[in-house]
């Protein structure tokens, strides 16, 4: 709602600036050249200079039949683009196109402005080319930012494969420095394997041996279990064998 009050508002003034402009200088379909030049004048001195530029633009479009004051307005609007609106492309064309209107012998163009375009023409170009100019340092420096940023990438992966060689050397040169190691630890590993060896079979015949002394205590053992069956036997024989049968 707010927004829309703005808005009815900003017509309001704009149609009474029309309003005001219709009753003080008349229906504008009726404006002579010499009016349009008049609104022109006063935009320009408000600093209304997009108003003064689209007046300037009225009077090359409306009055073909008057050269002379068409060039006033191409000259005219030459400067308010290049003085207030900053604009020195669209400035330097139209002074580079009343320049080469000099060169008509039959230009109606106004003496005044054969004196004033040729200096016009050089104070826009010269603008012009320092536009140029800077915009080339501009993109000369963002190029210059951008090799150094890659010269420094580029510096921070050399120094990476330069830290990974040092490493790697230096691991090759504690091994060639010391080449006895692993070959005192193989010696030493092929030197306990016949101890290994012979321990092992040491152990292996205390074994036999063990086995060989529990196979006699057997055999001791089951001729003792056997005594006793013997004597068992005496016993229960109905007769002494040592007395005579009958």
């Known amino acids: 709602m707010k927004k829309f009050a703005l808005l009815l508002l900003l017509i309001t ?10 009753i003080k200088y008349g229906d504008r379909d009726n404006w002579s050249v010499e009016m349009h030049f008049k609104v022109a004048h006063d935009a320009s001195n408000r600093g209304a200079y997009k108003q003064a530029v689209a007046e300037y633009d009225e009077i090359i479009a409306k009055f073909p039949d008057k050269p002379d004051r068409v060039f006033e307005a191409q000259y005219e609007k030459g400067i308010v683009l290049y003085r207030y609106l900053k604009k020195y ?6 002074f580079s196109m009343l320049k080469a209107e000099l060169e008509n012998e039959l230009t109606s163009m106004l003496p005044w402005m054969r004196v004033m375009v040729p200096i016009m023409y050089e104070q826009v170009e010269a603008k012009v080319l320092e536009k140029e100019r800077k915009a080339e ?21 050399l120094e990476r494969e330069r830290k990974a060689k040092e490493k790697e050397s230096k691991s090759s040169s504690q091994q060639a420095q010391n080449p006895d190691s692993s070959k005192d630890k193989e010696d030493s590993t092929a030197a306990n394997a016949p101890d290994d060896a012979q321990s092992g079979s040491e152990s292996s015949s205390n074994d036999s041996t063990d086995d060989t002394d529990g196979a006699n205590d057997s055999t001791e053992g089951s001729d003792e279990a056997e005594k006793p069956e013997e004597e068992k036997d005496d016993d229960w024989l109905p007769f002494s064998p040592f007395e005579p049968l009958g």
């Open 137 to 157: 340092e501009k993109a000369q420096k963002s190029k210059v930012k951008e090799d150094a940023k890659a010269q420094k990438e580029r510096l921070k992966e």
């Open 89 to 94: 492309d669209e400035a330097f064309a139209i």
């Open 13 to 22: 003034i704009v149609s009474a600036c029309a309003t005001d402009t219709s």
